[in-house]
Antibody
């Protein structure tokens, strides 16, 4: 069974930074493309970005609203995906989900982690 | 404003059928596979349909997907109260600034 468990969320002030983690099990993580998707309160899904597998170049790609502030990375030795968020804005308040895929589909999803940006 | 256009809501009685449309353009729906996601309130999204019309293991055949040109459609037959959820379409977008896009979501209500 595939399990994705996000951690690292919480309350942060505007301008602050946060690093989210996503621990994966039940998959061959090193072969998986991985994505981050967020959902602001009461809103729809918004794709944040994805990182390819190392064999495919481990190349990240980002949605325009987060490019330059968000960085996606992976540690295949720990089966863990990361999302570094800098210069946080109030509009970054959302539940952040990690998911496998990001090419054709988003196959498996974590339970999500809440990030609240407020002064 | 979402790149992919979905109706905000659809509704039907138990046992009936609903369809949800997802309209895009040639840079997304028209030239890439479409997937559909179900999100029951308070839970994480779940993959419902992939590659336009395929169902992952465990998804009942009451759910179906199709695509024609720059539009895709999700169908749900034999509607059940447990189908009340938000449904999102998603696909890759060939434009550099929007690699992956979702529709705005459709709320399905079982009357």
């Amino acid at each position: 069974e595939v399990q994705l468990v996000e951690s690292g969320g919480g309350l942060v002030k505007p301008g602050g930074s946060l690093r989210l983690s996503c621990a994966a099990s039940g998959i061959t993580f090193r072969n998986a493309w991985m994505s981050w998707v967020r959902q602001a309160p009461g809103k729809g899904l918004e794709w944040v970005g994805r990182i390819k597998s190392r064999v495919d170049g481990a190349t990240p790609a980002y949605a325009a609203p987060v490019k330059g502030r968000f960085t996606i990375s992976r540690d295949d030795s720990r089966n863990t995906l990361y999302l570094q968020i800098n210069s946080l804005k109030t509009e970054d308040t959302a539940v952040y989900y990690c998911a496998t895929g990001g090419g054709r589909n988003l196959d498996n999803w974590g339970q999500g982690i809440l990030v609240t940006v407020t002064s | 404003q979402s790149v992919l256009t979905q109706p905000p809501s659809v509704s039907a009685a138990p046992g009936q059928k609903v369809t949800i449309s997802c309209s895009g353009n040639s840079s997304n729906v028209g030239n890439n596979y479409v997937s559909w996601y179900q999100q029951v309130p308070g839970t994480a999204p779940k993959l419902l349909i992939y590659d336009n019309n395929k169902r992952p293991s465990g998804i009942p055949d009451r759910f179906s997907g199709s695509k024609s040109g720059t539009s895709a459609t999700l169908g749900i037959t034999g509607l059940q109260t447990g189908d009340e959820a938000d449904y999102y379409c998603g696909t890759w977008d060939s434009r550099v600034n929007a690699p992956w896009v979702f529709g705005g979501g459709t709320k399905v209500t079982v009357l």
